[in-house]
């Protein structure tokens, strides 16, 4: 027989499945189609539901051949913990003990299949699995980190939602609930009855130091590699809201490998401890529903972690409803109507995402710690480094619209940081920050573009910059590719990815002579606008295909374009996703293929090739045909065919993808593959909407075909660009006509001009493809090639 704690908790676990349960059968009902609005649509606020992310696809026919037996199928790695727009802090949980392994290429905390609570995390680290300090509750007996006294949790009660995350935690008859300011997390733990209810907090593997102060507080400094990086610090603060009846410190030697009983260094009553895993455990005395509060804050000094936690407000339910409201204001500027609930809750759990990144650092007026160690106070609000390579590509544009303050702020963050190390911050392969600084000057933000276009510069002209092999590329026009030992499929990591880099050297040198032009420097214009074509030069038309050389100039025999790559020619992709890669010229790359009808059979067969490859891609899942949407090489491919006259092939794609690769899976929760800190799901939110940013360092967007019948962007101006989608339905995906600000609008695309005051853009959809409307070489969008001669 259960004694009263342990029907209590039950009795709220079974409430929550029955509510789940009515929720489920509600969301089903919901996705027969279009729905009408009515006075019970949830606000976007309520619709978000942060956990859309965590899960992967689950239908064969989506996924390809990934994963290789033994490893996890790549999800969005999302974190579905309680966050602030841009946040500083995740307060998240911690399902995978990143630790001891991870299978994902990156160490993520959170997977939505995983059965066991192992701690929740309150640090800013971009990836949570290594942020510390670990924070989890016990009833019982407790085990030393890394073998976590895990918890089962039931998925009925677990719940999240912008600012929040609530889990029960039924292996302790325990409730966590998350949530966050700016600056620290707060965790509230409700307790069944019990003398040994424990709070465990513990660095990891690194470790670090960790004293107890008083009977209401602990206190660490973080000395492993993860305190080094995070801009929120490695110092920590932990208080409680009540006083612990009983405490002890202890640490785990990583290079013990011995067993046996009483091995591990516990002290009780010990007050400091150092080492790895160096932790402190805290007991309280409770009664059923007895709640406590752990508020964490980090900084760079211990006196700084202390000002930003007494900083802030000590109120759990207060700082959840601030949370809210900081989202409901920002989800606020983006209206959409129609669509199905599941579309909706997508959509806004999808702009939630959006903005996992960049991360504020601090605040005007705050303190911050620069390059040099030295600590200094913020004129603006300051950001951390732009993941350029994953939303670069596309996030950027969506700030650029929503909020271009914010993106003043981290063109100037990534400027200060660039002057006081030398270069411009870059991500992977390529040098896309000019995306940022091109973009921007074209959508008349204004900022110091001369001074940003120095720096510039010299990432791409200095071989000794962080643009790989640039010596190699200015001499000869493209990047060699090192053939590897045996065959390089399963992925070659440790090549060049000589064809991709090339590609994405290209599109940089594009971007940039675009920039010279406009400050006036004709010179350097005209040479990165030459460099702008070397992507012809590791174009082999005996195949049709972007295909890898050797350093003496030879093509790389076998080559097949199906075979995904990891570094060995290509970056995470194929020769068919790579072939895409040229955004700044897609009409040169047209003239390559030989001209629009061979462009648009290519295409066609890029999007009707079964995905059969022998070797495995982890990161190419979410596909259709040879198209991954699960890797950023070729997302922009579906826009396509607005530059070769079938822009409803455009709109037929982009549907099904929003249909099939978001959200398909039985949680309803699958991505195709891993956001990168908001580039996945800010595809969605742009296709959403009706239109993508192909070149984010021009200000044209290509149009798609929007799921919404309506949308209402609220510009950074307080501007309102409106998308109006008459007979839009599931069944009507095709544009038949469009008005934009009440004339014929006859383009596949619009500049940032059209819309940059306030704009209308009508579309009248229909259920086939117009194949006149956009199809008019004079509409097609602009590209650095003008349409070769025909004879």
Not at 339 to 351: D, E, I, N, V
Not at 763 to 786: F, K, R, V
Request: include cysteine; proline fraction near 7%; hydrophobic fraction near 35%.
């Amino acid at each position: 027989m259960m004694n009263s704690p342990q029907l209590s908790f039950y009795r709220r676990r079974a409430l929550a499945v029955t509510l789940s349960v009515f929720a489920l059968g509600t969301l089903s009902a919901a996705h027969a189609g279009h729905d009408t609005p009515s006075t019970s649509t949830l606000s976007p606020v309520d619709a978000a539901n942060p956990l859309v992310g965590t899960a992967p696809l689950d239908r064969k026919e989506f996924i390809g051949n990934a994963p290789p037996p033994g490893e996890p199928l790549y999800s969005g790695m999302t974190s579905p913990g309680a966050s602030l727009p841009q946040s500083s802090t995740d307060a998240a949980p911690v399902n995978i003990n990143a630790d001891l392994s991870f299978a994902t290429g990156v160490p993520v905390a959170y997977a939505y299949g995983r059965p066991a609570m192992i701690g929740f995390t309150g640090g800013g680290s971009t990836y949570g699995a290594r942020a510390a300090p670990m924070i989890m509750p016990v009833v019982g007996d407790w085990t030393v980190p890394p073998d976590y006294a895990s918890s089962y949790y039931d998925k009925a009660t677990e719940k999240a939602s912008p600012g929040y995350y609530a889990v029960d935690l039924a292996t302790f008859h325990t409730r966590a609930e998350l949530t966050v300011t700016q600056w620290t997390s707060l965790m509230r733990f409700t307790f069944p009855d019990s003398h040994r209810s424990n709070v465990v907090v513990n660095l990891r593997r690194g470790g670090g130091d960790v004293a107890v102060v008083g009977d209401r507080t602990i206190t660490g400094v973080d000395k492993g590699s993860r305190g080094n990086h995070d801009a929120d610090g490695p110092y920590f603060i932990a208080e409680f809201s009540r006083p612990f009846a009983a405490f002890g410190t202890f640490h785990a030697d990583v290079n013990d490998k011995g067993e046996g009983l009483g091995r591990e260094d516990i002290q009780t009553g010990q007050r400091t401890v150092s080492g790895n895993y160096a932790g402190a455990y805290v007991t309280f005395d409770t009664k059923d529903g007895d709640q406590v509060l752990v508020r964490i804050a980090h900084g760079h000094s211990a006196d700084e972690a202390a000002q930003r936690l007494h900083a802030a407000d000590a109120d759990f339910d207060s700082v959840h409803r601030k949370a809210r409201a900081a989202w409901a204001q920002l989800f606020d500027r983006v209206e959409v109507t129609g669509g199905t609930p599941k579309q909706r809750a997508l959509f806004y759990s999808t702009l939630y995402h959006s903005f996992a990144s960049p991360r504020v650092v601090a605040r005007k007026g705050e303190h911050y710690t620069d390059a040099k160690g030295q600590l200094q106070v913020a004129a603006y609000d300051l950001y951390s480094p732009v993941p350029y390579w994953d939303t670069g590509r596309n996030q950027i544009a969506l700030l650029m619209l929503l909020q271009p303050k914010v993106v003043q702020d981290i063109m100037r963050s990534e400027l200060e940081r660039a002057r006081e190390h030398g270069y411009m911050n870059t991500s992977f392969h390529g040098d896309h920050a000019v995306f940022l600084y091109d973009g921007a000057m074209q959508r008349g933000i204004p900022f110091d573009y001369a001074g940003a276009y120095e720096v510039l510069r010299k990432n791409a002209t200095d071989p000794k910059g962080p643009r790989g092999y640039l010596a190699e590329y200015d001499k000869n026009g493209w990047i060699s590719d090192i053939v590897p030992p045996g065959n390089p499929s399963p992925p070659y990591a440790g090549g060049k990815a000589g064809v991709a880099t090339t590609l994405e050297y290209a599109w940089d040198d594009h971007a940039l002579a675009d920039l010279a032009r406009r400050l006036g420097k004709k010179d350097d214009a005209a040479m990165f606008e030459r460099r702008a074509g070397n992507y012809r030069n590791v174009f082999d038309p005996s195949v049709g295909f972007f295909r890898g050389r050797t350093d003496d100039g030879k093509w790389i025999s076998p080559f097949d374009p199906a075979e995904p790559y990891y570094n060995f020619m290509m970056k995470e992709g194929s020769g068919w996703s790579t072939l895409w890669l040229v955004p700044h010229d897609v009409q040169g790359l047209m003239n390559l293929l030989g001209g629009r009808d061979a462009f648009n059979a290519k295409l066609d067969t890029f999007f009707n090739t079964p995905y059969a490859p022998k070797g495995i891609c982890r990161d190419c899942t979410g596909v259709i045909g040879q198209y991954v949407q699960g890797n950023q090489p070729d997302q922009q491919a579906a826009y396509l065919y607005a530059w070769s006259g079938q822009p409803w092939k455009t709109q037929a794609l982009t549907r099904r993808i929003l249909a099939d690769l978001y959200g398909s899976d039985a949680t309803g929760y699958g991505y195709p593959g891993m956001d990168d800190q908001g580039s996945t799901s800010s595809w969605y939110v742009l296709s959403a909407m009706g239109f993508y940013p192909v070149d984010p360092a021009t200000p044209d967007y290509i149009i798609g075909s929007p799921i919404f019948d309506r949308v209402r962007l609220h510009l950074g101006n307080d501007k309102v660009f409106e998308i109006d989608a008459k007979n839009n339905s599931e069944r009507n995906i095709y544009i038949q006509s469009a008005t934009l600000n009440g004339k014929p609008w006859t383009k596949p695309w619009f500049s940032h001009a059209d819309i940059a005051n306030g704009a209308k853009l009508e579309l009248t959809m229909g259920p086939e493809p117009s194949q006149t409307w956009g199809s008019n070489p004079h509409d097609a969008p602009a590209s650095m090639s003008p349409p070769a001669a025909t004879h």
